[in-house]
């Protein structure tokens, strides 16, 4: 087929995630490394590892054949049987996560395996209230897509009750404190005297991206992730730390938990574990908790839970981040295209922040540097110069996320200081434009801001 006719097909016979149905989507015929090529021969640099999980790159034949292997056995069974992969890959996960948990509940992706997280927090603490972030994503089913605060609620708000929203550890955002310890210790402050008025009794358990996502590439100051730790353990409260995204050696270690020494009650993660090629989550749990839901029925479980194929695909990328060095590669690179961002900002004045963690990174941009005012909105109509650096982008064959104010950098850990620097040049041009929107260029003030 013609690439124009699978998009037809694709637009006549399917729908498309998220937005409407007026899309233009690339038609893709493989990937190898860091580039997808398309089905009329074009190749795309995928500068965000397609949705922030082909960690390990596209292509890599050794997931290939361990999936293949696996289904020359068999290719499905109940999640009440049990397999070789499904064994070795709960043990690999038992190794690899924050020492303390133990066991894994294996899902279909990152949202039923937080959907999972919530459901056993209740279980087990006897509790119903959630306490979830503002800037946070949690996944798309009905329940957790109304847990998170991403803007993507709205047509769910109110799916999920007894959540309780708390403030951001964004520093960017609060510029009256300018000391970040203080900072930390003002927002730990401001989440205890929630779980006063709430009342800790009611509270099952606290959900967080250790480094929030697509919220913005929200870093924590140092020491906050285990100052919430404390506050739950005073309060009986359980950490539920949503690894989906910053799993898997993104943030330049296994997971970002393990920047501040944190091992979380629970932990979920998908994405980077099976870097994409198939789908696949887990809630992985500590000791504590698996005992206690030991005598007490899960009442949970999907037709395709513990996957075989799935699982295998698993236990060959895991060892991979290992084998081939990938979490120090996504250290090493993560610092080098920082640098290269940060090289940037000093040059355009619609950058208002650059942040990164290993190979997540990210820029934030603003209308002026002072009032710090988004450029583009979260939600609502594109900008101009938001469509107009999209356009630049697509022409260009580079794939990357602008959503909101959000310039997101986040490729294959296997990228290439050479392919950096062509997609920073590619950058530099974008924000070409978007300095062209601000109020130094005597640009109007963003109508999102009225
Ligand atoms: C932090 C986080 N949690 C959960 C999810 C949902 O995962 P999935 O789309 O695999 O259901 C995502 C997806 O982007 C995510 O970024």
């Known amino acids: 087929m013609h690439a124009s006719e699978v998009v037809d097909l694709c637009r006549k016979y399917s729908l498309f995630e998220w ?38 790159g596209h292509g ?90 991403d803007p993507r609620r709205e047509p769910v708000e109110g799916g999920m009750g007894d959540i309780v929203r708390i403030p951001d550890p964004y520093h960017y955002r609060c510029p009256w404190i300018t000391d970040e310890k203080e900072f930390c210790k003002f927002n730990l402050d401001q989440i205890k005297q929630i779980i006063q008025l709430e009342g800790p009794h009611t ?93 007490r029925p899960l009442g949970s479980g999907l037709t395709y839970q513990s996957h075989p194929v799935a699982l295998a695909a698993a236990n060959a990328t895991i060892p991979i981040y290992e084998t081939d060095n990938l979490i120090e590669r996504s250290q090493e690179m993560g610092t080098y295209l920082l640098n290269g961002l940060n090289e940037l900002a000093s040059r355009h004045i619609s950058v208002g922040e650059v942040r990164g963690s290993g190979l997540f990174t990210a820029m934030e941009l603003v209308y002026d540097q002072e009032s710090r005012l988004e450029l583009f909105p979260l939600t609502g109509p594109a900008a101009t110069a938001d469509q107009e650096m999209k356009k630049l982008f697509a022409d260009e064959g580079l794939a990357c996320v602008l959503r909101g104010p959000y310039l997101f950098a986040n490729p294959p850990f296997v990228v290439e200081s050479h392919q950096i620097d062509w997609a920073l040049s590619v950058f530099d041009r974008a924000l070409d434009i978007a300095d062209s929107a601000t109020a130094s260029a005597g640009a109007p003030i963003p109508s999102h801001s009225q």
């Open 60 to 149: 890599d034949q050794r997931i290939t054949s361990a999936v293949s292997k696996q289904m020359e056995k068999i290719s499905f069974v109940s999640p009440f049987m049990v397999t070789e992969v499904r064994a070795e890959v709960a043990k690999k996960l038992a190794e690899v996560t924050p020492e303390g948990l133990t066991k894994s509940f294996f899902t279909l992706a990152g949202s039923d395996a937080n959907e999972a997280a919530i459901r056993t927090a209740r279980l087990v603490t006897g509790r119903r209230k959630i306490l979830s972030r503002y800037r946070s994503y949690h996944g798309a089913t009905h329940q957790v897509l109304a847990l998170g605060g």
């Open 203 to 295: 509270i099952a358990a606290i959900i967080v991206e250790p480094i929030t996502g697509s919220n913005g590439l929200i870093i924590p100051p140092d020491g906050w992730l285990s100052g919430l730790r404390a506050l739950c353990d005073q309060n009986g409260i359980l950490l539920i730390c949503d690894e989906v995204m910053t799993g898997f050696g993104r943030t330049g270690d296994w997971f970002a938990s393990n920047h501040d020494g944190v091992t979380p009650d629970i932990m979920t993660v998908a994405k980077g574990m099976t870097s994409g090629y198939l789908p696949l989550g887990a809630c992985i749990v500590s000791d504590q908790i698996a005992e206690a839901v030991h005598d």
């Open 19 to 56: 937005g409407t149905q007026d899309v233009n989507p690339l038609a893709i015929d493989r990937g190898e490394g860091c580039y997808l090529y398309t089905m009329d021969g074009r190749e795309i640099l995928d500068f965000n590892s397609i949705a922030m999980n082909v960690n390990i």
